[in-house]
């Protein structure tokens, strides 16, 4: 069975590997954050979690206690948030700026936050919580250390994240190749920044923070646990919080 994941794993990244998806540019060449949506969830909203939402909530589950508050930024419809209600008993805000996804989370019995975080100004409508967390969010910002910044003075107990590891052995070929890393879904301009896994450790280092652990995971099955900064696909920073 783990030989078959590993197969389809490795058809999957091939096909990343030597093609280049058609983007769609739109009428003005911009990010259309709509069509990124509709892309990524083709059949609207999951009502249970993805493969890798679920490692990822897996992952982060023991960081949490009952009665924490999460913000969880770019939460779409909320699907984690409800998964850690149910095994946590925490409470649970979904912030996004996509009314649909919010929508579903307010069903799903979660407390809403409409949450544009390219516009600064937004910021300040982050509550105080004792977590915040943001999956797959920072490198669409092109400023996430200031989001990081100013956010983390709303947080009690620490800051979670995760990132696409750019050193992921697919990137790593495609770039041999004369190719990009390829982390976009409809645009080339989703992706502002990049990390790998041992860029992400001085990353927070040099903004002054604790990084208190850092999580690779999903990747090549196997391969991911013996060297997981070059077969790991994800990063999940937690940044402690020591104010």
Not at 200 to 228: C, H
Request: charged share 25%; hydrophobic share 40%.
């Amino acid at each position: 069975m783990k030989f078959k994941l590993f197969l389809h794993k490795v058809k999957n990244d091939l096909k990343k590997i030597i093609g280049y998806p058609p983007p769609d540019f739109g009428k003005d060449g911009t990010v259309d954050y709509d069509k990124y949506w509709k892309k990524r969830r083709p059949s609207g909203f999951l009502d249970v979690l993805s493969s890798w939402q679920k490692q990822r909530a897996d992952l982060v589950l023991p960081l949490l206690e009952n009665g924490n508050v999460v913000v969880d930024v770019g939460g779409g419809s909320g699907e984690m948030l409800a998964y850690w209600v149910k095994l946590k008993k925490i409470k649970g805000i979904c912030a996004d700026y996509n009314e649909l996804a919010l929508e579903q989370a307010k069903r799903r019995g979660l407390d809403t936050l409409f949450l544009d975080l390219n516009d600064e100004k937004n910021w300040n409508d982050v509550p105080p919580c004792d977590y915040l967390t943001g999956f797959e969010i920072l490198e669409h910002l092109a400023n996430p250390e200031k989001f990081i910044l100013f956010v983390k003075n709303k947080v009690r107990k620490g800051l979670i994240f995760s990132v696409p590891n750019s050193g992921y052995y697919q990137h790593r070929v495609r770039l041999l190749l004369g190719r990009f890393p390829l982390q976009w879904i409809v645009h080339p301009g989703e992706h502002l920044r990049f990390w790998t896994a041992k860029d992400i450790v001085d990353w927070v280092g040099f903004l002054g923070l604790k990084l208190e652990k850092k999580i690779i995971y999903e990747g090549l099955p196997g391969l991911n646990n013996l060297l997981p900064s070059l077969f790991g696909q994800g990063i999940i920073i937690y940044i402690k919080n020591e104010q």
